[in-house]
């Protein structure tokens, strides 16, 4: 196997390792890709392999650390003019605001994100997205948890994202029911069921024909 390969390889397993829990072994496994995509020069492999090191960061050693590796993956995203890669690095940025109580730049961030994913009509970035922007509505000072639900079940039903991402969605649903009467999150799981992109944008981007009460 040539060393693009070995580099590659070494990605794949470290998030095989990141999602079964096994946080150690993905560390080593990202920093060993990390290391051979530097020493080829392939800049997309080390953008890439910075966002996955500084997404276990954030989970571990905190947000200062895990800014440094999204802000240099950004840089080289940029540099390269990788949109789909800029967005990822962004987004991880924008969580990094939302944990530091910057709800507003936060917002901004997601949304701009939000935009240009639909422009470049990139399905799993949108539904990334959207899972932080829910991030954001249940934290406001008065959540809006209808919409957050109905969201959520927007992105639960759609048949691309992956399973194990849609089990994660079905954790954060779990978690807001506690936050609406039985009613009331049937609703919202049932309206996000019939949701069209026009109409998800028109909720997050709060156009005035969009309704997400019943």
């Not at 530091?100 to 939000?114: D, I, P, R």
Request: aromatic share 8%; glycine share 6%.
């Amino acid at each position: 196997m040539d060393r693009w390969g070995s580099a590659l390889s070494m990605l794949y397993l470290g998030e095989v390792f990141k999602s079964i829990g096994e946080i150690n072994e993905a560390q080593e496994y990202y920093r060993s890709s990390l290391n051979i995509f530097r020493e080829i020069e392939y800049q997309r492999g080390i953008a890439r392999t910075l966002n996955r090191i500084g997404e276990l960061m954030l989970d571990s050693e905190g947000s200062k650390k895990a800014e440094e590796f999204f802000n240099e993956s950004l840089k080289i995203f940029t540099e390269i003019h990788d949109p789909v890669g800029r967005i990822r690095s962004r987004n991880n940025i924008g969580l990094i605001q939302l944990e530091g109580g910057e709800t507003l730049e936060s917002t901004e961030m997601f949304k701009e994100n939000l935009s240009k994913a639909m422009q470049m009509g990139h399905v799993e970035i949108i539904n990334e997205t959207l899972v932080h922007i829910v991030s954001v509505c249940i934290r406001e000072t008065e959540p809006d948890f209808f919409k957050s639900v109905a969201l959520l079940a927007y992105v639960y039903n759609r048949q691309e994202i992956r399973h194990s991402y849609r089990e994660r969605i079905a954790g954060r649903m779990e978690e807001l029911k506690a936050r609406l009467d039985e009613e009331a999150y049937r609703k919202a799981v049932d309206y996000g069921k019939t949701l069209t992109l026009e109409d998800v944008s028109k909720i997050v981007f709060n156009e005035k024909d969009s309704e997400t009460e019943t």
